[in-house]
């Protein structure tokens, strides 16, 4: 089994940062990409950031230039650098993991979420 926890989230002000941290840990033989999704009151669960274990990341066109991610593979964490938030950035942020398992599991694959962080962009 795998599990993966996001923190970080909380209450800023517009213009404000915050940053997101998602570990992952337990039957783990490797992890392929890590990111974050974002499902805000009304509207879809949408793709926020994704990294591969390569390094390549993907954004949404909404948080280019505002958001980085980042990951430590030796500590299976990702990060989200969030700068310059605005109010429609208010969601609930989650983190996955996708990857391979160890141990009597070896050889199959996994994808594991966290159960979401609360980030409210507002003054």
């Known amino acids: 089994q795998v599990q993966t926890v996001e923190s970080g989230g909380g209450l800023v002000q517009p213009g404000g940062s915050l940053r997101l941290s998602c570990a992952a840990s337990g039957s783990i033989f490797s992890i392929n990409g890590m990111g974050w999704y974002r499902r805000a009151p009304g509207k879809e669960r949408e793709l926020v950031a994704a990294?591969?274990?390569?390094?390549?990341?993907n954004y949404a066109d909404s948080v280019k230039g505002r958001f980085t991610i980042s990951r430590d593979n030796a500590r299976n964490t990702v990060f989200l650098q969030m700068n310059s938030l605005k109010p429609e950035d208010t969601a609930v942020y989650f983190c996955?993991?996708?990857?391979?398992?160890?141990?009597?599991?070896?050889?199959?694959?996994?994808?594991?979420w966290g159960q979401g962080t609360q980030v409210t962009v507002s003054s």
């Open positions: 990294i591969t274990s390569g390094g390549s990341t």
């Open positions: 996955y993991a996708d990857g391979y398992y160890s141990g009597t599991n070896r050889g199959n694959k996994f994808l594991s």
